[in-house]
């Protein structure tokens, strides 16, 4: 995995944790770069993690607007 993809994948681990703390033991698998944009860069991810006594999956997407005013 390139530096760009773990620092993605970290940001997700932080974000995840900070904002949904009843998600535990989470996990992103599976970071891919489905395409580059003119205006975006669009990642596929998988959120493995542990809610109460139930293990979750969800398939998701991730998209960056990168820019100056892209916060």
Known sequence: MCHEENRIKNGLLS????????????????????????????????????EGTEEKREELILRIYPGDNAI
């Open 15 to 50: 974000f995840f944790k900070q904002k949904f703390p009843a998600k535990k033991n989470i996990c992103i698998a599976g970071l891919t770069r489905m395409s580059d944009g003119w205006e975006t860069d669009v990642y596929s991810f998988i959120l493995e993690c542990r």
